[in-house]
């Protein structure tokens, strides 16, 4: 049971099913329809330590291109930027568009995120992941890292401007509710975060026009930022765009693979917030800090305020030690404000979730110990799964699909609500403090909606919710067509079947609903394509 954390999310939620909680079933018929927070009330718990923050957002366009920069550190609802994307919209929208951020190319893993832009490339990547099993390598921030010793290769990542066209082509998964003031996603500077090894593969970029033409060539510099066997290297372009090319300078001798950790995409000439994202499903505190480089490419960053919401992982572990989980907690904000001058923190609880039919058997502790640490380290604290309805409230966002038939993720409105809650919260404490007032009243009206689901809600539809819907795991950005079944023979393994094919191990998992720690038998069949 120690070695918890390093498993899987899902299989959490299967440990938990044999563990002391009640079923949906056994509460029906006593428990009631949940509170969701009023507008008025949804504020940022002990907001008066955000007192500063607020005030410098305020008079962020007192100079011209003044930032704010953001980082939001989380699990799967922020890798996929669903709950993040609402809430960097919002923001944007009300204090200027100063950038994309930070983003992993998670295509190259063929996992699942953000669908406002793509990574290509004309060679294959390995990658290395924060968890202990999946490690080949230094990893950092974003959790995940690619690299490659290719001579000749070339990586594009693109940037595109989402409106709901956009995101109902992509089958309505994310589509953005109750928003019409879509990003632009330009950029005209960049910052790399990658390998410093002066005898790794060095790099060159350039920003591509519309017509695929590329801009001014800069090669990367050995020395700009280096913390400690990480580089981070920051360009500013000949224009603004909306694609950005990274290739192997083969013309110089090297000797090791070069490592990509993230790219972030920003606007020198623009007032407003630059919003960062890092988030890796399954993912706990301890895996984000046992990593190589989290902590030197957080400061690399300069972030004026870090978001955590984290928890759902913890809540799975019928052993959670609070106490310790405090303790290296408020070491990491510690240290993070030791070496990140003025940085503020806002840590939040995760969302309520079941999985067949079981709450996790340590939410409620998880819930206190970040209430804890928030109030005792000087953090601004939103309580999220309160504000959602608390304890069971999982079960009526079912009813009104705003949660999926998995009960651990949300549906595109669900998320949309979910960041909506936290934009209002912000905004209704940013007010308190700020001269230039948050514009709550649009806000709130595009909230309206959502909360007038969980009014007049009949018995019959919390008693007898949908069973027939099948159970959606996180899903990959490319899809897989056709069906291959493999039998499995004596000896084989998810690993070796996966070798046979050449298809990544994650995804048979996946396809298969299958955890690290499952067994597979012989005349067993299996999904490989």
């Given amino acids: 049971m120690k070695n918890l954390s390093l498993l899987p999310f899902l299989l959490y939620f299967v ?3 044999s563990l002391h909680g009640q079923s949906i079933n056994s509460i029906s018929a006593t428990v009631s329809p949940p509170l969701i927070i009023s507008a008025e009330k949804n504020y940022i718990e002990n907001d008066a330590v955000l007192a500063d923050f607020f005030r410098s957002l305020s008079s962020i366009n007192d100079k011209p291109g003044n930032k704010s920069s953001i980082l939001h550190i989380g699990d799967s609802h922020i890798q996929g930027d669903y709950l993040s994307r609402t809430v960097r919209y919002r923001l944007q929208k009300q204090f200027g568009e100063a950038g994309r951020g930070l983003i992993f190319p998670y295509s190259l893993l063929n996992m699942y995120g953000p669908v406002d832009y793509s990574s290509t490339s004309n060679v294959n990547w390995e990658n290395t992941r924060m968890f202990p099993r999946e490690r080949k390598g230094p990893v950092g921030l974003t959790g995940y890292a690619v690299f490659t010793g290719n001579p000749f290769m070339k990586l594009n990542i693109k940037l595109y401007e989402p ?4 995101y109902g082509a992509q089958g309505g998964l994310f589509a953005l509710n109750n928003f019409t003031d879509f990003p632009s996603n330009t950029f005209n500077k960049v910052k790399i975060l990658y390998s410093n090894d002066s005898l790794a ?12 033409v590329p801009g001014n060539i800069v090669l990367l510099p050995q020395f700009n930022n280096t913390y400690a066997g990480f580089q981070s290297a920051s360009v500013v372009l000949d224009a603004s765009y909306k694609s950005l090319l990274i290739e192997a300078d083969s013309g110089r001798k090297f000797s090791a693979p070069v490592y990509v950790h993230g790219v972030s995409f920003e606007k020198t000439d623009v007032t407003g917030v630059l919003y960062h994202m890092a988030g890796v499903g399954a993912c706990q505190l301890s895996n984000f800090t046992s990593t190589t480089y989290f902590f030197n490419q957080t400061v690399d960053l ?3 305020l870090i978001i955590f919401s984290l928890g759902a992982n913890e809540s799975c572990n019928r052993n959670f030690d609070t106490t310790d989980y405090a303790l290296r907690f408020k070491k990491l904000l510690g240290d993070l404000r030791k070496t990140i001058p003025g940085v503020h923190f806002i840590i939040t ?4 979730i079941l999985f067949r039919s079981v709450r996790p058997p340590s939410m409620d502790p998880i819930c206190r110990t970040l209430r804890s640490v928030a109030f005792s380290e000087g953090c601004g604290f939103w309580d999220l ?6 304890a069971w409230s999982n079960k009526y966002w079912f009813v009104n699909k705003l949660a999926r038939p998995d009960r651990i993720h949300f549906s595109p409105k669900g998320y949309d609500f979910l960041g909506l809650l936290f934009t209002e919260a912000f905004f209704n404490s940013y007010n308190k403090y700020g001269s230039n007032k948050a514009d ?3 806000l709130r009206k595009s909230t309206e909606p959502y909360r007038g ?6 018995p019959a539809e919390i008693q007898n919710p949908p069973t027939n819907r099948p159970v959606v795991r996180e899903q990959y950005t490319i899809p897989i067509s056709g069906k291959t079944y493999h039998t499995v023979k004596k000896g084989e393994s998810v690993y070796s079947i996966s070798r046979r094919y050449k298809i990544n191990h994650k995804t048979v998992q996946q396809m298969n609903g299958f955890t690290d720690r499952t067994i597979i038998r012989p005349g067993q069949r299996i999904r490989i394509r």
């Fill in 201 to 212: 593969l060095p790099l060159r970029i350039a920003g591509v026009s519309e017509n695929d």
């Fill in 453 to 458: 689901l969980f009014t007049g809600i009949k």
């Fill in 15 to 17: 440990f938990s099913i």
């Fill in 163 to 166: 409106n709901k066209n956009y």
């Fill in 385 to 390: 799964n309160r504000c959602m309805g608390g």
């Fill in 440 to 442: 709550t009243a649009t």
């Fill in 349 to 352: 609880t995760p969302p309520d």
């Fill in 302 to 304: 300069q972030p004026n």
